[in-house]
């Protein structure tokens, strides 16, 4: 998670920016007026409206969609959905045997990414039109769409002269990616203790085992581990 998080900034800033460059450029109008980067610097920032309130928004949301994501592999899992896309015949005929075992194997292994995904997308866009419609302050950040936002209004300010405002919307960005992974990890974690039936005294002694293990191989929590030598 940790590693999709870095990912999730690292591309979202620089691509967004490029973007809004590009069009920029080509149209000759500003992407983001600088009325409207500011506003989404400020819409970032921890201390100005309710950004960490609406990260954990996303992250109930990204809890829901893992659920989805679970449910839609079981379900090709137990339904053999690759098996029966190879009984189909018409697939065979218009795209040959190849490719519908390669797409039979693909639907098998990514059904519930691919469900997850789509669901994570329709989830957060309902809940700010949901918010909209009944004049709820109710809104999502979520870190690819922070870090992208930070992105455009670097293109539509000069850095230096709203600098306190960028730091803020950068630090903002890497407290929304917190949240929104610690909600729909706890979220997570409660269901799968609860699933096992796990014990207050079972569950103080896995949280005592988690902790002795990040004082004595931190690296273990934000590195993937090493292939084992034979």
């Known amino acids: 998670q940790i590693v999709a998080i870095l990912g999730n900034v690292c591309v979202a800033i620089p691509l967004a920016a490029a973007i809004a ?18 506003y989404l610097l400020a819409a970032q920032s921890p201390v100005h409206g309710g950004a960490l309130f609406y990260a954990a928004i996303a992250g109930v949301c990204l809890f829901i969609s893992g659920l989805i994501s ?88 000069d850095l230096f002269s709203h600098l306190g405002l960028f730091v803020a919307a950068v630090i903002g960005v890497a407290l929304i990616g917190l949240v929104n992974l610690t909600v729909s990890f706890v979220l997570a974690l409660n269901v799968a203790l609860r699933s096992r039936r796990i014990s207050d005294p079972q569950w103080r002694m896995l949280a005592r085992s988690v902790v002795d293990h990040l004082l004595r191989q931190p690296t273990d929590f934000f590195l993937p581990p090493m292939a084992q030598k034979r």
Do not use: C, M
């Not at 590009?22 to 500011?38: C, D, H, V």
């Not at 490719?99 to 989830?123: E, I, K, M, P, Q």
């Open 21 to 38: 460059f590009a069009i920029t450029g080509i149209s000759g109008k500003p992407f983001a007026s600088p009325e409207e980067s500011l």
């Open 70 to 157: 679970g449910y839609f592999d079981n379900y090709a899992a137990y339904n053999r959905i690759a098996e029966r896309i190879l009984q189909l015949d018409w697939p065979k005929r218009l795209v040959g045997e190849s490719r519908r075992r390669r797409f039979a194997t693909y639907v098998g292994d990514n059904l519930g990414a691919l469900a997850g995904n789509f669901l994570f997308g329709v989830l957060l866009g309902a809940t700010t039109l949901f918010g909209l419609l009944l004049g709820l302050p109710i809104d999502i950040r979520h870190v690819a769409f922070s870090s992208a936002f930070v992105g455009i209004a670097y293109v539509g300010l």
